[in-house]
C-alpha cells in the first residue's frame, strides 16, 4: 500500500547502503521519473532530463565517478538529474507549438489578451532572459533592469549564472518529486554532491553545455543504511510568520 505525502516525506532518509539480494523494478522507478516530470518548472521550460541507469556496466563506471561511495556502490539503479539550460530555445518553441494547438492556430486578430500574452511569453521574453553572447548581454540586461528597478518591481536575476540556478531550481523540485514518489513505494534513494560531474557527464555521452544537477541512488535499505538518527534544527529557527 503506497505511504501518504506526509508518510513519505517522514520515510524518506539517505540511504548509504542498499540491500544485495533486493532488486527494485525497473518500470516501477521509471514512473517514479514520470511524477518527477509533473514538478513544477520554471516557466515551464522543463530545463531537465532525466537518465535512469540500470545496465551494471554503467552502474560501475558511474559509482566510480561517485567517488566510490557506498551510496553508488550497492545501488540497483541509479537517475542523474541533468540541468539542461541550453536548450532553452528548443523548450520554448515546444510550449509555442502546444500553445497555437490549444488556441486552435487561429489568425492572430482573433487571439485575446491572454493569449496574446501567452504567445509573446516565449516569442519574446523567454528570449530576452536567456539569449546571451560571451556573458555580454547578460550583465548589460542586469544593469538595464537594475535602473528599471528603481521606479518599479522587475525582475533582475537576467545573467547567465541566474539562468543556471533557475534551471537547476527546477531539476532539483523534479529530484525531489522522484525521491518522494520512490520513498512511497517503500523504495530508498540517496542524492549524491560526492561525483566528479566530467566523468559523469563522459558516462552518459553529455554535451559540454549540460550539467550534473543530482546522481541519485536507488535501492532497498539496509537495516544499516541509514547512518543515524534524522536531525534538523529548531523549527523556530527556520520558521518566520509575517
Known amino acids: 500500500m503506497e505511504k501518504k505525502v506526509t508518510e513519505a ?3 524518506r532518509r539517505s540511504v548509504r547502503i542498499y540491500k544485495v ?9 521509471e514512473q517514479c521519473i514520470k511524477n518527477a516530470v509533473l514538478a513544477p518548472t520554471s516557466s515551464n521550460l522543463q530545463l531537465w532530463e532525466f537518465y535512469h541507469i540500470t545496465q ?9 565517478a561517485c567517488l566510490g561511495q557506498k551510496a553508488a556502490k550497492t545501488a540497483h539503479q541509479m537517475v542523474v538529474v541533468v540541468a539542461r539550460k541550453d536548450l532553452w530555445r528548443r523548450r520554448a518553441n515546444a510550449n509555442l507549438e502546444f500553445l497555437n494547438t490549444t488556441f486552435g492556430n487561429k489568425p492572430k486578430e482573433e487571439y485575446s ?10 516569442k519574446k521574453l523567454m528570449p530576452t532572459i536567456y539569449s546571451d553572447f560571451l556573458g555580454v548581454l547578460g550583465w548589460l540586461k542586469y544593469y538595464v533592469f537594475q535602473i528599471i528597478g528603481v521606479f518599479k518591481p522587475t525582475y533582475r536575476q537576467v545573467r547567465q549564472s541566474d539562468m543556471r540556478i533557475v534551471a537547476h531550481k527546477s531539476a532539483a523540485l523534479a529530484a525531489q518529486n522522484f525521491m518522494i ?4 513505494i ?5 542524492p549524491m554532491e560526492g561525483h566528479d560531474s566530467l566523468r559523469v557527464k563522459k558516462v552518459l555521452g553529455l554535451p559540454r553545455s549540460s550539467e550534473i544537477n543530482m546522481v541519485i541512488g536507488c535501492g532497498i535499505r539496509e537495516e544499516q543504511g541509514v547512518y543515524g538518527p534524522r536531525f534538523r534544527v529548531p523549527f523556530k529557527e527556520v520558521y518566520k510568520r509575517l
Open 56 to 64: 551494471k556496466e554503467v552502474l560501475n563506471k558511474l559509482a566510480d
Open 113 to 122: 489578451t491572454a493569449e496574446k500574452f501567452a504567445i509573446n511569453y516565449y
Open 21 to 29: 539480494d533486493a532488486p527494485i523494478e525497473v518500470q516501477k522507478v
Open 181 to 184: 514518489s520512490m520513498a512511497a
Open 9 to 11: 516525506i517522514r520515510y
Open 186 to 190: 517503500g523504495y530508498d534513494t540517496c
